[in-house]
């Protein structure tokens, strides 16, 4: 057991605690909970342990490495509650030891990686917007605070899923250590974590974007069906209970970056996956005519309605019918048509009834010569909305 107040600092610990962690009463007393723990317990502890227990006043089955008083890490598992007294608010906590497993430290990490990459998108994007030249575009009503608040919120919000799902997956394995599903919440470990860094990388080009530095891509020759496949293959990894289908024609060398057409496929497969019926297969084509490569992904289902349909392509669109567990913050398409563009091309969309979804991208193959080419695009005005150059 252990007291202390709501900045951590230690009023009283029983002597269970103190055996366990090889400190003196008094030497306990007046320390702060967070000397206890290593630095990425730290973490933990900031980023989720705090606003938790100010939010709903009260936190379960939390792991942290305690640090001995003789240096060597001690996994334990927390539980707390806030309790208001006559001198303010205090922390009861109860501290027990459990038997670790082999996947415990990893589980650990997943989580804090994902966590992580929110706080040091959330700090890159500051800084990008500090350090912008006079002509970065600007959204004058409302202001730019407001637009940054959105922000936060539909990312806060949307990171939830995956966060959770680490959270759920890595307290059952943390029960059963030799549980015979463990290869599969490790699996639902894995898929949360690219969920988690897919928003934040996403976010990451939309602030690129928004600070008039456009997304830059690096042109190779490579083999445009063969890209695709390999995409395709971990696309499949990220959602096993869906069927790809994938045909191509025409050549095969194309000028593109690879990273970044992985990148679109991947959103609009996402897409697909998300408004599609899930009874149906997606469908991914390519072509390579003259100087022009064309891909297609196309999925069954409700058609996307006419007035939405003429904003896909904007930044903080999302649909209303998006399947339960899919993630979306409304950038992945208004990324799509960025890296198009830095291709030299274009992307649009077919939607009816009787037909589904078909969202087609062309990518100019002007580009000759040996080597790579490096080109970035600065979004003009009607791609970002509302905002404007000042």
């Known amino acids: 057991m252990l007291l202390t107040s709501q900045n951590g600092q230690i009023a009283s610990a029983n002597a269970a605690l103190c055996r366990m962690l090889g400190y003196r009463h008094e030497a306990l007393v007046g320390m702060r909970f967070q000397q206890l723990l290593t630095r990425e317990a730290n973490t933990l502890h900031q980023l989720y342990w705090q606003p938790l227990i100010g939010q709903l006043g009260a936190v379960a089955s939390v792991k942290f490495d305690f640090v001995h008083r003789l240096g060597f890490t001690l996994p334990l598992m927390s539980n707390a509650i806030a309790c208001p007294r006559l001198n303010g608010i205090v922390h009861e906590l109860t501290v027990f030891n459990l038997e670790g497993s082999r996947y415990e430290h990893d589980l650990l990490c997943a989580r804090l990686l994902a966590e992580r990459c929110l706080a040091k998108n959330l700090q890159a994007q500051r800084a990008l917007l500090s350090r912008s030249s006079p002509c970065v575009l600007r959204r004058p009503e409302p202001s730019q605070s407001l637009l940054e608040a959105q922000m936060l919120a539909i990312v806060s919000h949307d990171l939830r899923t995956p966060l959770h799902a680490i959270g759920m997956a890595a307290d059952l ?3 059963r250590s030799h549980a015979a599903d463990s290869p599969r919440l490790l699996r639902v470990i894995s ?29 190779k020759e490579a083999d445009l069906p063969h890209a695709v496949e390999g995409c395709l293959d971990e696309l499949r990894l990220t959602f ?113 009834q009787q037909g589904g979804t078909t969202f087609t991208v062309r990518l100019s193959q002007q580009s000759t010569g040996t080597g790579s080419t490096l080109t970035s695009v600065t979004p003009s005005r009607s791609s970002l909305g509302s905002f404007h150059a000042v």
């Open 191 to 219: 898929r949360s974590v690219t969920r988690a860094q897919r928003l934040v990388a996403a976010l990451l080009d939309f602030t690129l974007i928004q600070a008039g530095r456009g997304i830059t891509i690096e042109s």
């Open 173 to 175: 394995l943390g029960r």
């Open 240 to 352: 096993p209970g869906r069927q790809f289908n994938y045909q191509h024609s025409g050549g095969r060398s194309v000028w593109f970056d690879t990273d970044r057409l992985y990148q679109m496929i991947g959103n609009l497969v996402a897409n697909a996956v998300a408004y599609g019926d899930p009874r149906t297969s997606v469908d991914v084509t390519s072509c390579v005519e003259d100087t022009t490569a064309t891909l297609t992904v196309h999925n069954s289902g409700p058609p996307v309605p006419l007035d939405l349909l003429e904003h896909m392509f904007e930044p903080l669109v999302r649909g209303e019918q998006q399947l339960a567990g899919a993630t979306s913050i409304g950038l992945g398409l208004f990324i799509v048509s960025q890296i198009a563009k830095a291709h030299a091309g274009c992307v649009s969309v077919v939607s009816t």
